[in-house]
């Protein structure tokens, strides 16, 4: 291969998922110029996916670190109905509710720490059984009823129109994602998640306490998780005791596509976003189109494979050249 | 003691004209091997004499060049013969690596032909049977319920052993009065001495009744307790085929190393600089793992090296220094420092001014889809850091200078680090821990997989950062390596610390003959 040729190609895969992003745009823009391009949808389009692009982000932090975190969406969905409950039925104001679910969701990293890093169970294994009795929680809290009312405030800080239209909630995402971006790359902590992922072993062997950063990441995860259920309940103005558990599969998707695209190879905060935005104006433009429901489902999980799919042919290339 | 009646009975394999080349390497030239019936035929050489190559051939994993015959009672066969095709001769093997299932049950591993080719129902009951009666009969207290992880690690090369036997039986259990063949590839190498005769007792109970055993092996005294002719390689070739018992221990020896034994020229000693006190090393009493009794004092700016047959304990010694396994006691003084060894952990030791070069580059030592300059960054980024911020500019610049200094090609930081050479790899796993100057750098088997230029290279990078008057530990059984790197070479036998050599000694045929036999003094110095 020649040098440009190969410098093309890596500008491929490097803006690839952004230049998709752009595409679908385009192309949903000539298709239906007038519902697409409305200023309400794209609003509305950038601001309520703050959840998703927070739990992916929280799933870029723990598959940094080499761990699967399947309880992250279950803890979304028990940070928004800890706040819920605390603040419509205990009438407990809205800032110590938030500080009880965040604490809460430090509490669920702690345990998934014990469960997985002492005690040695593998973590898909472990989350997924914490996910279930998270989800158990959650309904016997709950009564199994959704909840609304959840204090004004919180939802003056989420969703009303504040830049351009725009709510406050892209705001903290794409603060989220500088913040995330900046741990990563220029933390020495964030560089050391990467090496415990790649290999426990020879960062065990090079000195770096590899028991305390996969749990430091694990909670981390579970804190970023839990961030996205308070935006969550103020999106909604109240919680679901079931929904986030459908966010998790696109934020696997989101992580995983992210990480083909800009640093290609890892997991990444500007990948990630382009990705969940990627994803979500393709459904967003699909949906105009009047296509069902089902669609979400079938473009998240096609999504998720094609993603990993292609780093991995992407990776034996590199191998084989 | 060798069963006389064994010389008597005709060979059950024969093995003539077999060569083998790799690339440009001879790596078998016209071997010739004969294994009687009733005999234990033990195969000794050096490592990269072609043993496991002739193993392999045996096994139909390579094939000869053609020319190569093979008899089997007295028969000509075709090579490669199928694993298949050898099971139903009566042939069975086992490899170095035992080919147990640790996380299966003994009767599971033992009966691991009859279960795979089980027709439509395993007759678990009779299988047990079976186990049972074979487990007995080689006097092993075993419960075939027991799972081989749990056992004891000296069960292992017993039941692989056992299990070889059942093998063998079972393809002549229709042909009665046919003699099988067994061939053992070192299976007693991770063996302890005390544990080792039980093994060599049930070896023996099976050449007796008339089948043929291959054993291969480095260890002396068992080649002496147990079998009756051997037959020595070097560089590929047969260089000896004696009986054991004409045979003497040093002739055997010399037969291994090869050439005489002569004092090499003398080496330039370690150079002492004036922070020979602060970087003054001692290892006491070091236990834990294989180790029993280790301790040494190195003189300052010198290369070790500590070698031994497999199961000496002599790769283990560098782990246990390092807190990559946990000493079961022992104290390691680096200048006024008393480090004790029980609690070492990995990220202790780099504290304390040690650095490791593991064995297993690639799984151990480096992360190859990360870069060069990530690689080499691992161990310092806190010493990069303004403000909590990885100042990645000058980061990189270091990092870059470092893999010049140590010559790693192609000189861009940024690749990856499986896109370069082994060489080019362990160079930058140098870099890593050079940049740290450790007082004390462990390097296991340091030149493992690398080309013959890098290979010189990298004993002219280590040389040179000892003659700043830090310490290098070498643990390795390349005695060519130990022979061009080091000023002192110590010799473990069975946990402990035998000879130590220096000077004009180190040659590579007096490591190797060292090795190979505690017994010989050969003008080393005492512990």
Redesign the interface.
């Known amino acids: 291969m020649t040098a440009p040729e190969q410098r093309i190609r890596s500008l491929i895969q490097k803006y690839g998922v952004f230049a998709a992003w752009a595409g679908t745009i385009v192309l949903f823009a000539l298709v239906e110029p007038h519902t697409f391009l409305d200023r309400q949808n794209i609003t509305s389009t950038l601001s309520s996916q703050a959840v998703l692009v927070l739990l992916t982000y929280s799933l870029v932090v723990t598959l940094t670190a080499g761990e699967y975190d399947v309880s992250a969406a279950a803890v979304l969905t028990l940070s928004s109905m800890v706040i819920a409950i605390l603040n419509t039925e205990d009438h407990l104001n809205i800032a110590l509710s938030v500080l009880v679910a965040l604490a809460i969701g430090v509490l669920v990293g702690l345990v998934n720490g014990v469960i997985i890093v002492a005690i040695g169970v593998d973590s898909i294994i472990a989350t997924l059984g914490m996910s279930s009795v998270i989800s158990g929680l959650v309904l016997w809290i709950s009564g199994g009823n959704t909840l609304s009312g959840i204090s004004g405030s919180l939802v003056t800080l989420v969703v009303v129109p504040h830049i351009f239209g725009l709510s406050l909630s892209f705001v903290y995402v794409v603060a989220a994602t500088l913040l995330l971006w900046y741990a990563l790359?220029?933390?020495?902590v964030g560089?050391?998640l990467?090496?415990v992922g790649?290999?426990r072993?020879?960062?065990?062997?090079?000195?770096?306490?590899v028991g305390r950063l996969r749990w430091g990441a694990l909670v981390a995860g579970s804190f970023i998780a839990a961030v996205s259920g308070v935006l969550y309940a103020g999106t909604t103005g109240g919680a679901d005791p079931t929904s986030g558990l459908a966010l998790l599969l696109p934020a696997f998707a989101g992580a995983f596509l992210g990480a083909t695209t800009i640093q290609p190879?890892r997991f990444n905060a500007w990948g990630s976003f382009a990705a969940v935005y990627f994803l979500v104006t393709g459904i967003d433009g699909l949906s105009l189109l009047g296509i069902q429901v089902f669609v979400q489902d079938l473009f998240y999980g096609a999504a998720l494979i094609v993603a990993v799919s292609v780093s991995l042919l992407a990776?034996r290339r590199?191998?084989a050249s | 003691m060798p069963a006389a009646l064994g010389h008597t009975l005709p060979p059950v394999f024969e093995l003539r004209n077999i060569s083998k080349r790799f690339g440009g390497e001879q790596a078998l030239n016209s071997v010739d091997i004969d294994v009687r019936g009733g005999e234990v035929h033990g195969l000794l050489g050096p490592n990269g004499s072609g043993k496991s190559t002739l193993i392999k051939i045996l096994s139909g994993y390579h094939a000869a060049e053609p020319g190569a015959e093979l008899m089997i009672h007295g028969q000509p066969q075709p090579l490669p013969l199928t694993s298949t095709a050898f099971r139903r001769l009566g042939f069975s093997f086992v490899h170095q690596d035992l080919g147990l299932i640790p996380s299966l049950s003994v009767l599971e591993n033992l009966c691991i032909d009859d279960i795979t080719s089980a027709g439509w129902r395993i007759h678990w009951r009779s299988l047990a049977r079976h186990a049972r009666t074979l487990l007995a009969e080689f006097g092993l207290d075993v419960d075939p319920k027991a799972t081989i992880s749990e056992l004891p690690p000296w069960h292992r090369p017993l039941i692989a052993v056992v299990r070889a036997i059942g093998t063998m039986r079972a393809a002549m259990a229709d042909a009665p009065g046919r003699r099988g063949a067994l061939i053992l590839d070192e299976p007693s190498a991770r063996m302890s001495e005390d544990t080792v005769g039980h093994l060599l007792d049930v070896i023996r109970s099976v050449a007796d009744p008339g089948h043929g055993v291959l054993l291969v092996s480095h260890d002396l005294d068992e080649i002496f307790s147990v079998t009756d002719r051997v037959t020595v390689l070097r560089d590929g070739k047969v260089v000896g085929a004696l009986a054991t018992a004409e045979t003497s221990r040093a002739q055997l020896v010399d037969l291994i190393v090869g050439g005489s034994r002569r004092p090499g020229p003398a080496r330039v000693g370690p150079v002492t600089g004036p922070s020979a006190a602060a970087t003054d090393i001692e290892i006491s009493g070091l236990r834990g793992a294989a180790v029993r009794d280790f301790s040494f004092r190195f003189r300052p700016g010198e290369i070790v090296g500590v070698t031994g047959l497999v199961g000496s304990g002599f790769d283990d010694v560098g782990a246990l220094l390092f807190g990559d396994r946990r000493a079961a006691a022992g104290i390691l003084r680096i200048g006024a420092r008393q480090e004790p060894l029980s609690r070492m952990t990995p990220e202790r030791a780099v504290g304390a001014g040690m650095a490791l070069v593991p064995p297993d580059r690639l799984s151990q030592g480096c992360i190859p889809e990360l870069t060069v300059a990530e690689n080499i960054a691992m161990p310092v980024l806190d010493s990069f850091t303004a403000a909590g911020t990885i100042r990645r500019r000058k980061m990189d610049r270091q990092v870059a200078g470092w893999a010049g200094q140590l010559g790693v090609t192609p000189a861009n930081p940024e690749l990856t680090l499986s896109s370069l050479s082994g060489g080019n790899q362990q160079k930058v796993l140098l870099a890593k821990w050079l940049q740290l100057h450790p007082r004390l750098l462990i390097a296991i088997e340091p030149t493992q997989g690398v080309d013959v230029g890098a290979r010189a290279e990298i004993f002219s990078l280590l040389k040179d950062y000892a003659t700043h008057g830090r310490a290098i530990l070498c643990c390795s059984t390349d005695t060519d390596q130990l022979a061009q790197l080091c000023d002192a070479v110590c010799v473990m036998h069975a946990g402990r610390l035998g000879q130590v050599l220096r000077g004009a000694n180190i040659t590579r045929e007096r490591i190797a003959a060292a090795v190979l036999d505690p017994s010989q003094p050969d003008g080393a110095e005492p512990p």
């Open positions: 790359s220029y933390l020495p560089r050391r990467l090496y790649r290999s072993e020879v960062s065990r062997l090079t000195g770096l306490r190879g990776r590199a191998r």
